[in-house]
């Protein structure tokens, strides 16, 4: 085979090519020759046909599986013991009054976006007991920690926020700034 950087060779393919039309002529060959040979078998009527009577009993059998299934009578739930409410509490704490009273302002699509929006606001800390999806354990808590925390010496740090950007935004020009001197016979290029 030649050191072709592009791919195959043209000899492997003119090769390959060749081949495939080599097959595809044998078996045109084969099927002219067998056509009427194969026209019979295809038009052969069926020799193995169920008769009537099993495909009869074969449906009864079935209907009669279906509908003479043992049944077993249902368990009784009216006996489980009752639980008393008092113990058990909700997953998330009390809403505010204020906040539950937001449903039911305004239209009723309004009212409950309204409601919805405020109780975002709080974190899932302050809305729920206890972490419910495991999504909440990330994080569970942290808030208050966040707040004592104080910047490691060691650890990564926000250089470019801390250098970069400004506090009180964008202020004006230095004064010892001036704009480049430009083009003049004063100043020299050389």
């Known amino acids: 085979m030649g050191s072709n950087q592009r791919g195959l060779d043209p000899r492997v393919i003119t090769a390959w090519v060749n081949a495939i039309e080599k097959e595809n002529k044998l078996r045109l060959k084969w099927f ?3 056509m009427d040979r194969l026209n019979r ?8 046909v169920v008769p009537q009577e099993v495909k009869e009993q074969f449906k009864k059998d079935r209907i009669d599986s279906y509908q003479n299934v043992q049944r077993f009578p249902r368990i009784k739930t009216d006996d489980a013991p009752l639980i008393e409410p008092k113990p058990i509490k909700g997953i998330m704490k009390p809403v505010d009054r204020a906040v539950t009273r937001l449903i039911y302002t305004g239209d009723n699509k309004d009212g409950r976006k309204n409601y919805l929006h405020e109780r975002i606001k709080l974190l899932p800390d302050d809305r729920y ?4 999806v495991s999504s909440f354990e990330y994080g569970w808590k942290t808030w208050n920690h966040a707040k004592n925390m104080k910047k490691t010496n060691f650890g990564r740090q926000q250089i470019v926020k801390d250098s970069f950007y400004r506090r009180r935004g964008v202020e004006r020009d230095p004064d010892w700034y001036k704009e480049p001197a430009g083009y003049s016979p004063t100043v020299c290029n050389g």
């Open 41 to 48: 078998i295809a038009n052969k009527e069926p020799t193995r």
């Open 129 to 132: 007991y206890f972490p419910e």
């Open 32 to 34: 002219t020759k067998n």
